[in-house]
């Protein structure tokens, strides 16, 4: 029986490019799903979120998908406890609909996916693909494989280059979750600092802050709480792919003690806080977070 060959690099391209086109073909069925789903099931995700029905929705649609790809090997979503099986190949981890909370007053969500090469729950640097999809006034996705980050517009399933992604050298923006009554002191003395340089744009879904961060330069973060010293994002389906898009456009993401792409994996569910955007808003951080 011929060994299993080692995929090669160009092999790796294709099933990366292979996932996000798959993800972009599905974005008209999904924008059209969330009609008539906006409100809450009585179940939870696995991280105790109450479920709306296009979460559930979205990561049916999106397993369906992604799961019957060759060189998938896991599917793993924030919305089910445990991966699913798909047979040989990558891992997968899905953000089916981030910033579901946004659907009751219609604001932008999205979603968010990382291609990593290995069992989950898994480090950053195992990560060979990521990106995220905006369900904004127009479908936009912006793909990193390697050092270089691009941001498509999608136009009936079809990705249509728009621009290579580069973090701006002059921020612009902030947006910082939780809030000032659950920041700790050192991150509410930093806060005052970027507060009085930057203007504020916090829309309270992941992928529409960290994009208007990579448009304009800036700083998103959602720090470690007096409540919530992890913070709220998970690092497999939020944090890492975030990070590894941020480090392809030129920015940087940590926990506020090291590289989020350093951060221990240890359950797949685990939290972590996050700070991304221009290095040098970062290297400005207090040590004591
Ligand atoms: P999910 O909707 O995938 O659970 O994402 C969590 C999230 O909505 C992020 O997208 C966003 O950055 C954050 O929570 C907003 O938190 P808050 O509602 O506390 O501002």
Redesign the pocket.
């Known amino acids: 029986m011929s060994e299993q060959l080692a995929p090669t690099d160009d092999d790796i391209d294709r099933i990366v490019d292979d996932v996000f086109e798959t993800v972009a073909d599905a974005t008209p069925e999904l924008r059209r799903s969330i009609r008539g789903r906006r409100g809450e099931t009585d179940d939870e ?1 696995p ?1 105790g ?1 109450r479920q709306l029905e296009a ?1 559930q929705q979205f990561d049916r649609l999106l397993v369906d998908r992604l799961g019957r790809l060759d060189g998938v090997g896991t599917y793993a979503s ?1 919305e089910r406890d445990d991966p699913v099986d798909c047979g040989e190949g990558v891992s997968l981890t899905v ?8 659907l009751k007053s219609n604001n932008l ?2 979603t ?1 996916v990382g291609v990593y090469d290995g069992e989950l729950p898994a480090s950053g640097r195992n990560l060979i693909g990521a990106g995220y999809v905006v369900y904004g006034p127009t479908t936009t996705m912006v793909q990193a494989r390697g050092d270089a980050a691009v941001e498509y517009e999608v136009v009936d399933g079809e990705r249509r280059p728009l621009r290579p992604v580069d973090l701006p050298d002059d921020p612009t923006v902030f ?1 910082f ?3 000032d009554d659950e920041w700790v002191s050192a991150f509410e003395r930093y806060a005052q600092e970027i507060r009085s340089e930057l203007k504020l744009r ?8 960290v994009n208007q961060v990579l448009r304009y330069g800036g700083v ?1 973060a ?1 720090p470690t709480l007096e409540s919530r010293e992890e913070g ?3 690092l497999q ?2 944090a890492n792919p975030m990070a590894y898009i941020l480090r392809a456009a030129g920015g940087a993401a940590t926990d506020g003690d090291r590289s989020i792409l350093d951060v221990s994996a240890e359950e797949l569910h685990q939290r972590t806080p996050l700070y991304v955007g221009n290095k040098e808003l970062l290297r400005r951080l207090p040590d004591e977070l």
């Open positions: 995700n991280s979120d979460d924030e953000d089916p609909l981030d910033g579901s909370s946004n969500v999205g968010i947006g979750g939780g809030g916090y829309g309270g879904a992941l992928v529409g802050d998103f959602y709220k994002l998970r389906f939020e």
